[in-house]
């Protein structure tokens, strides 16, 4: 079993910066990858950021150039550095461990992003 936890969200300023991080326990051995999603009220889930168990990463298009993905492995923590926020950026955002036979989820750290 893994356990993810979220933390870092909050409200800020378009233009203004956050960090998010993903903390993981439990079977950390077993995780594949680690992905950042995000959903606004009545949009459908998408995904924001991914780092694999060897550090490569894959960006949304939405996000690229603005938002980072990254990894201590010391602390068994995912980080989502978050700049240049726009409105748009508002959301829920989910972090999701998967492993080759299951996929874990967090509850969400609200970012809400101030025009």
């Known amino acids: 079993q893994v356990q993810v936890v979220e933390s870092g969200g909050g409200l800020v300023q378009a233009g203004g910066s956050l960090r998010l991080s993903c903390a993981a326990s439990?079977?950390?051995?077993?995780?594949?990858?680690i992905t950042w999603y995000r959903q606004a009220p009545g949009n459908q889930r998408e995904q924001v950021a991914s780092?694999?168990?060897?550090?490569?990463?894959n960006d949304g298009d939405s996000v690229k150039g603005r938002f980072t993905i990254s990894r201590d492995n010391g602390k068994n923590t995912v980080y989502l550095q978050m700049n240049s926020l726009k409105p748009e950026d508002t959301a829920v955002y989910y972090c999701?461990?998967?492993?080759?036979?299951?996929?874990?989820w967090g509850q969400g750290t609200q970012v809400t992003v101030s025009s």
């Open positions: 999701n461990a998967q492993s080759v036979f299951n996929s874990y």
């Open positions: 439990g079977s950390t051995f077993s995780i594949n990858t």
């Open positions: 780092i694999s168990q060897w550090g490569s990463t």
